[in-house]
């Protein structure tokens, strides 16, 4: 059972638009999230992570936005650039557990310029 | 600072065999986890080592196994490849324990198991 799921494999966006990717969990004791950015050939690279206390975290013209009672969490990317094409994971783990991150299967982003 | 190193890049073997993957830490980093990535799937994770000891391990048969060295370099070993094997294995390196401090990944080994 995926405690964590990303339900966009895809999603396709025009160039300085905003670019939106969801994540939804199941596991209420997760109270960590990250978001890894993935290009072809390359390992995955931390991008942006928020914790549980907050409701929001901004780094540049990358925001996730957590909403705990919906268990889902969000990034925002304004504006959109044709570098910003890359597939996005989201990860989630128990800051109290085994620290190990569970991964969603990750969303395809296309910029188109 | 050199970022995590994983060799070889590309792997084939046949069904039986087995292999050992090889992954550098970026230097100071005390804990290497790895993971498989197959089409459309997520990473899965394998097992995590700190300090020469494995603190987690995933939900993968016995035939996957791994050690980590004094100078904090791991290898990986897979026996009996099975075709179900091909795979992406990534490994990832961070400074204290997972979730401490964010995972930096290596590019990956790719295993096609044939």
């Known amino acids: 059972d995926q405690q964590v799921k990303q339900n966009s494999p895809s999603l396709s966006v025009q160039e300085g638009r905003i670019s939106i990717l969801n994540c939804d969990y199941t596991n209420s004791m997760f109270d960590y999230f990250l978001w890894y950015k993935k290009y072809p050939a390359e390992g995955p690279t931390f991008l942006i992570s928020i914790s549980s206390i907050k409701d929001k975290n901004e780094d540049g013209r990358f925001t996730v936005f957590l909403n705990k009672s919906a268990k889902h969490l969000s990034l925002h990317i304004v504006p959109s650039q044709p570098g910003d094409s890359a597939v996005y994971f989201c990860?989630?783990?128990?800051?109290?557990?085994?620290?190990?991150?569970?991964f969603g299967r990750g969303t395809s982003l296309i910029v188109h310029p | 600072k050199a970022g995590v190193t994983q060799t070889p890049r590309y792997l084939i073997k046949t069904r039986g065999q087995q292999v050992t993957l090889s992954c550098s830490p970026i230097s100071g980093h005390r804990s290497v986890s790895w993971y498989q990535q197959t089409p459309g799937q997520g990473l899965q994770f394998l097992f995590e080592y700190f300090s020469e000891t494995q603190r987690n391990k995933g939900n993968f048969p016995g035939r996957f196994s791994g050690r980590q060295f004094s100078n904090s370099r791991s290898e990986m070993n897979v026996s009996t490849l099975e075709l179900g094997d091909s795979a992406l294995y990534l490994c990832a390196s961070s400074l204290e324990v997972s979730g401490n401090s964010p995972l930096h990944f290596g590019n990956g080994t790719r295993l096609t198991v044939t």
């Open positions: 990860a989630a783990f128990e800051s109290g557990g085994s620290y190990i991150p569970t």
